[in-house]
C-alpha cells in the first residue's frame, strides 16, 4: 500500500472517541520526534514552518515551503501531508507536481486569501482541478475559513463544505468552529472533519473526536509551545550566566 493510501485509511473506519491525531513538526528533527513518539502520521502547520525559516506567518516563499516540506519527509517513514496555504498561486498541475516531488501524501488549502474569503463556487472548482490532477495520489484537506473571517452561520461552512466534497476534497476543516457547533457541522457535513485543538488548552482530542471530529491538527501550536519552552531553558541560562 502507497503512503497516500495508507494515509487515507487513517481517516476512515474511526469511532468517536478515537480520532486521528496528527502532529504538526515544522522541521525534521520536530518530525521525528514525533514518528518516533508512534504517531502513524503527520501534517505540517504553515505557520509553523514560516517560523522556522525565519518568515512570518502567510510570507513563506514557496520554493523553500517545499524545501522544507522535503526535508521533514525524508527524514521520517510515516506519511507527511503539508498545509501549503493558498496554493502560491501555482496551477493545480504544477502544485500537485510541487507537493508530489517533495514527498507529500495530502495538502491542506485554504479559501480566503488577504483576510477574503474566496467565492465558493470557483474554489470547488480550483478544488475539482486539484483533485483531477492529484487522482488518488493526494489526500485533500479542504479548509473553510467562515469562522475566522467573521461568518458566524454554520449553515454557510456546511454549504461550503458540500460543494468542496462534490469537488473531491476528502476531508474539510473549518478552522476555529466553536466546540459548541461541532456537533451539528458534524451532522450536515458528509465524511472526514478535521478541527484543531490547543496544547494544553480547552478540550483533549478525545473529547472533540466525541463532538464529530474524525482527525485533530494542532496548527503552529506545537511550535509556539516548542519555541516557549527554548525561551526558558534561554532565560534561565542568561540568568546564570549574569551572576
Known amino acids: 500500500m ?6 487515507r485509511a487513517l481517516h476512515h473506519g474511526r469511532v468517536p472517541d478515537d480520532p486521528l491525531v496528527l502532529p504538526g513538526p515544522w522541521d525534521a528533527a520536530s518530525a521525528r520526534v514525533f514518528a518516533e513518539a508512534g504517531f502513524p502520521a503527520l501534517a505540517t502547520p504553515s505557520a509553523g514552518v514560516a517560523a522556522s525559516l525565519g518568515y512570518e506567518d502567510g510570507a513563506t516563499p514557496a520554493d523553500e515551503m517545499f524545501a522544507a516540506l522535503a526535508r521533514i519527509v525524508r527524514a521520517v517513514d510515516v506519511p507527511v501531508s503539508a498545509d501549503v ?4 498561486g501555482l496551477a493545480p498541475k504544477e502544485l500537485v507536481e510541487r507537493l508530489l516531488e517533495a514527498g507529500a501524501v495530502g495538502c491542506n488549502l485554504e479559501d480566503s486569501a488577504d483576510g477574503v474569503l474566496k467565492d465558493p463556487v470557483e474554489q470547488a472548482g480550483w478544488l475539482a482541478e486539484v483533485r483531477d490532477a492529484a487522482g488518488d495520489r493526494l489526500f485533500l484537506n479542504a479548509r473553510i475559513d467562515t469562522f475566522i473571517r467573521g461568518v458566524d452561520d454554520p449553515g454557510a461552512a456546511i454549504e461550503r463544505a458540500a460543494a468542496y466534497v462534490a469537488a473531491g476534497a476528502d476531508c474539510v476543516y473549518p478552522i476555529g ?18 478541527v484543531a485543538a490547543r496544547p494544553g488548552q480547552g478540550p483533549s482530542p478525545t473529547e472533540l473526536g466525541g463532538l464529530g471530529a474524525t482527525r485533530i491538527t494542532f496548527g503552529p501550536g ?22
Open 177 to 194: 468552529a466553536p466546540t459548541a457547533v461541532l456537533p451539528l457541522l458534524r451532522a450536515g457535513i458528509q465524511g472526514p472533519l478535521n
Open 222 to 243: 506545537l511550535q509556539r509551545h516548542a519555541e516557549g519552552a527554548v525561551r526558558e531553558i534561554a532565560e534561565r541560562l542568561a540568568a546564570r550566566l549574569a551572576k
Open 2 to 7: 502507497s503512503h497516500a493510501a495508507a494515509f
Open 85 to 88: 496555504e493558498g496554493g502560491y
